[in-house]
């Protein structure tokens, strides 16, 4: 994601450019990239890269990837995935009968 000159309240990705624009909360998972922009709070894990130029992050919450998964996914109003079944799904048979033919 990337932001030149604007104001976003809420970003979630995986790279975050802020050249001259603010976000008001970020959740980054490998970089963030600030030049002259603005970041107020920014949740990362310890492994995001931040390269600050002119630009500052007021406050940075390092999470768990468990941590920040889930919090993007409430940022998101995104459900988490459900687990899969231990043995594939099989199929079901069934005998159908056309018992009356409609014709209009």
């Known amino acids: ?13 995986r790279k975050l450019e802020v050249t001259m624009g603010r976000v008001s909360e970020a959740i980054v998972f490998e970089k963030v990239d600030v030049t002259m922009g603005y970041i107020k709070d920014l949740h ?39 687990p899969s079944p231990s043995a594939p799904l099989e199929p079901i048979h069934v005998n159908a009968v056309v018992v009356e033919d409609i014709k209009p």
Do not use: W, Y
């Open 1 to 13: 994601v990337s932001t030149l000159m604007s104001f976003t309240e809420v970003a979630v990705c």
């Open 44 to 82: 990362c894990l310890s492994t995001t890269t931040q390269d600050i130029g002119l630009g500052s992050i007021e406050n940075v919450h390092i999470h768990s990837q468990e941590e920040l998964v889930r919090m993007a996914l409430e940022k998101l109003d995104m459900n988490p995935p459900q």
